[in-house]
C-alpha cells in the first residue's frame, strides 16, 4: 500500500511533457475546489537524480502552489526498471 508523504513544492521538478499539458481552466476549477475545503488525492511523484520528478497531478501542484501552500501529499512511485 502506498503512503501519503507531504513534499516540499519546490522540490518537485515537472518534465516539459507534464509542463504542456497544464490547463489554466482546469487550475481554476481545482483552487476554487480548494478554497471551499474540498481536499485533492495526492500527486504521484518518482526519485530521479537527486530530485523528485512529476508523474502525474500537474494541475493540482499548480493549484496548490496558487494558494499559495508550500507542500503537497504525493505517492511516491517506483520508476520502471527496463
Not at 480548494?34 to 518518482?46: A, Q, S, W, Y
Not at 504525493?74 to 526498471?81: D, L, M, T
Amino acid at each position: 500500500m502506498l503512503k501519503v508523504i507531504a513534499v516540499k513544492i519546490e522540490d518537485i521538478y515537472i518534465p516539459t511533457a507534464r509542463r504542456n499539458e497544464l490547463d489554466q481552466s482546469k487550475v481554476d476549477e481545482i483552487v476554487e475546489r480548494m478554497l471551499n475545503g474540498d481536499e485533492e488525492k495526492p500527486i504521484k511523484v518518482r526519485k530521479g537524480k537527486g530530485r523528485l520528478v512529476l508523474i502525474q497531478g500537474v494541475h493540482r501542484l499548480e493549484a496548490s502552489r496558487a494558494v499559495g501552500e508550500s507542500e503537497i501529499g504525493a505517492y511516491i512511485i517506483q520508476a520502471p526498471k527496463f
